[in-house]
Nanobody, 121 residues
Framework: QVQLVESGGGSVQPGGSLRLSCAASGSIFRINSMDWYRQAPGKEGELVAVITSGGFTNYADSVKGRFTISRDNTKNTMYLQMTRLKPDDTAVYYC???????????????WGQGTQVTVSS
């Protein structure tokens, strides 16, 4: 069984920083792309950042220049470094990954449980 577990969320003042982590565990053979999504109350979900297995990254316009996505393939872990946080960044952040399990024939999508990020003065 594969699990994605986020950590690192919390409350921070505007202008502050947080670092989210997403650790994948289980009988994992390979991990393809990994992503961060966020869901704020009353708003549509937003794809925040994507990182491929080769390290190619892409960001939502709303976070470009402030957020950095990275991954450590040796640890099956993805990160989201968030700086210059704004109240509009307040949301539940979910990690998502395309994983192939040991013995599996294809990649499947898996989601973490989410971690709350609150930006408020």
């Amino acid at each position: 069984q594969v699990q994605l577990v986020e950590s690192g969320g919390g409350s921070v003042q505007p202008g502050g920083s947080l670092r989210l982590s997403c650790a994948a565990s289980g009988s994992i053979f390979r991990i393809n792309s990994m992503d961060w999504y966020r869901q704020a109350p009353g708003k549509e979900g937003e794809l925040v950042a994507v990182i491929t297995s080769g390290g190619f990254t892409n960001y939502a316009d709303s976070v470009k220049g402030r957020f950095t996505i990275s991954r450590d393939n040796t640890k099956n872990t993805m990160y989201l470094q968030m700086t210059r946080l704004k109240p509009d960044d307040t949301a539940v952040y979910y990690c998502h990954g395309e994983l192939q399990m040991v013995g599996g024939l294809k990649f499947n999508g898996y989601w973490g449980q989410g971690t709350q990020v609150t930006v408020s003065s």
